[in-house]
Antibody, heavy 117, light 104 residues
Framework: EVQLVESGGGLVQPGGSLRLSCAAS????????MNWVRQAPGKGLEWLSY????????YYADSVRGRFTISRDNAEKSLYLQMNSLRAEDTAIYYC??????????WGQGTPVTVSS | DIQMTQSPSILSASVGDRVTITCRAS??????LAWYQQKPGKAPKLLIY???ILENGVPSRFSGGGSGTEFTLTINRLQPDDFATYYC??????FGQGTKVEIK
């Protein structure tokens, strides 16, 4: 069974940092591209970042470029999102999402991040 | 950046209706367009990829079409389980604003 389990979310003060993790199982992680997507409370979906299967190709949305860093450890079957300089508008549920055929075919359950003083 | 404009924002319909949601790109795109369904409190679910290919396990009443800058998601014979919010997305890019399909 395919599983993506996010962790690392929580409450952080503005300007602070968090590192999200996503543990993958049930599929050959090393062969899949991965993404992070978020959803602010009551709002729509926002794609944040993409990483190729090797980790060599990375893309970011303008809203997080320079503040967030995506990475992966294929040996550990894990995806990460390092989030720095957090703002109130970064408050959202963060989803780890698998890529297949130019689409987001499997989503984790999400981890909530709240940026507030 | 390419912007995706989805319409309508809210669609009121009845069980058995045929409904269509439109997604327009700000410039011509390839067929890297996908559609997702999201229910409250749940992660989104992939319905259609490459503009018109039905994801495994998705009922055949869902269909996708279009090319260039205009794409559509059609649901034939709307079922109670279909009342949800739908999003389009350009691969590695913006999502549409979402369309909430609600019971009339």
């Amino acid at each position: 069974e395919v599983q993506l389990v996010e962790s690392g979310g929580g409450l952080v003060q503005p300007g602070g940092s968090l590192r999200l993790s996503c543990a993958a199982s049930g599929f050959t992680f090393i062969t899949y591209e991965m993404n992070w997507v978020r959803q602010a409370p009551g709002k729509g979906l926002e794609w944040l970042s993409y990483i190729s299967s090797s980790g060599k190709t990375i893309y970011y949305a303008d809203s997080v470029r320079g503040r967030f860093t995506i990475s992966r450890d294929n040996a550990e079957k894990s995806l990460y999102l390092q989030m720095n300089s957090l703002r109130a508008e970064d408050t959202a549920i963060y989803y780890c999402v698998r890529n297949r055929d130019y689409a987001l075919d499997f989503w984790g359950q999400g981890t909530p991040v709240t940026v507030s003083s | 950046d390419i912007q995706m404009t989805q319409s309508p924002s809210i669609l009121s319909a009845s069980v058995g209706d045929r409904v269509t949601i439109t997604c327009r790109a700000s410039q011509t795109i390839s067929s890297w367009l996908a559609w997702y369904q999201q229910k409250p409190g749940k992660a989104p679910k992939l319905l259609i990829y490459k503009a018109s290919i039905l994801e495994n396990g998705v009922p055949s009443r869902f269909s996708g079409g279009g090319s260039g800058t205009e794409f559509t998601l059609t649901i034939n014979r709307l079922q109670p389980d279909d009342f949800a919010t739908y999003y389009c997305q350009l691969f590695r890019g913006t999502f549409g604003q979402g369309t909430k399909v609600e019971i009339k």
